[in-house]
C-alpha cells in the first residue's frame, strides 16, 4: 500500500446534496423548507431569542448587574474589634451583643487588620491566614 492508493471507506463520505435543483435531486422544488411561511423564505431567520412578539425573557427579567445578594450578610471583623470584647470565647452572638456585626449577619469572617494582645477562642467563625496567626501568636485558637 502506497500513500497515492489512500481513500476513505466506501460511504463514509456522502455527496453533497444539492438542494432545489429539481426533482431528481431528491431535494427539490421547495429544499426541504416546507411551505410558505417566514422559514421558508429567503433571509427568513428569526433573531435568537424572539419570541414571536412577545416581550422576550431576557427584557422581562429584570437586570441585577453583580451585586451580590450575600454581601450585606457576611461581616468583616477586625482583630483589634475582638479586643474590645469582654468575653475570651468569640462567637456570632457575641459579635452581634456588642454591636461590632449587624443583627442580620448569618457569617462573619476575622481580618488581619491591626492588633491583638488579647487570648481570644474563636467559635463558628473564620478567619485569615494572617488573622488566625496573630490570634494563635496571642495565645490564642480558631475553631471551626
Known amino acids: 500500500m502506497r500513500l497515492n492508493d489512500l481513500k476513505p471507506a466506501d460511504g463514509s463520505r456522502p455527496k453533497r446534496t444539492r438542494r432545489g435543483r429539481g426533482p431528481g435531486s431528491g431535494i427539490g422544488k421547495t429544499g426541504g423548507r416546507g411551505f410558505k411561511g417566514q422559514k ?9 431569542g424572539f419570541e414571536g412578539g412577545q416581550m422576550p425573557l431576557q427584557r422581562r427579567v429584570p437586570k441585577r448587574g453583580f451585586r451580590s445578594l450575600t454581601r450585606r450578610r457576611v461581616a468583616e471583623v477586625r482583630l483589634h474589634e475582638l479586643g474590645q470584647l469582654e468575653n475570651s470565647d468569640v462567637d456570632l452572638s457575641a459579635l452581634k451583643a456588642a454591636g461590632i456585626v449587624n443583627r442580620n449577619t448569618i ?21 485569615t491566614k494572617g ?14
Open 107 to 127: 457569617r462573619a469572617k476575622v481580618i488581619a487588620s491591626g492588633k491583638i494582645e488579647r487570648v481570644v477562642v474563636l467559635r463558628g467563625i473564620s478567619a
Open 40 to 48: 421558508s423564505r429567503s433571509g427568513g431567520s428569526i433573531k435568537v
Open 131 to 144: 488573622a488566625r496567626e496573630a490570634i494563635e501568636q496571642a495565645g490564642g485558637r480558631v475553631e471551626s
